[in-house]
């Protein structure tokens, strides 16, 4: 793979990263939502829809550790959402 594609990669990871944060930042305002307005997901009750977004939130997160992986060495790319290069290989990301 050459560093065009490497980069190409890197570009189309990242952004499904960035959808699944805001998949994620959704399940946490559902769970704020729930505890504020218990009734708003009836008949399921505040604990099941707590659950429901608990195992989405878990979903999420597994797939953002398999995602958020370097295209050249498949390394996990670390806490940065937008790094400049590899900090396991150091391949130019961008
Ligand atoms: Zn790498």
């Keep these: 793979m050459d560093l065009t594609d490497i980069q190409k990669t890197y570009r189309s990871r990242r952004n499904r990263q960035i ?5 994620a930042l ?4 559902a769970m704020l ?4 307005y218990p009734q708003a997901m009836a008949p399921l009750k505040p ?12 979903g999420m997160l597994i797939a953002s550790l398999l995602n958020w992986r370097c295209p050249n060495c498949n ?4 806490r940065g959402w937008n790094p400049k290069a590899c900090p396991k290989c150091g391949v130019e990301l961008r």
């Design 19 to 23: 959808i699944i944060g805001l998949l």
């Design 26 to 29: 959704l399940g946490f305002a």
């Design 33 to 36: 939502y729930i505890n504020v």
């Design 47 to 58: 604990l099941q829809v707590v659950l429901l977004v608990l195992v989405l939130e878990a």
């Design 75 to 78: 390394k996990h790319l670390g």
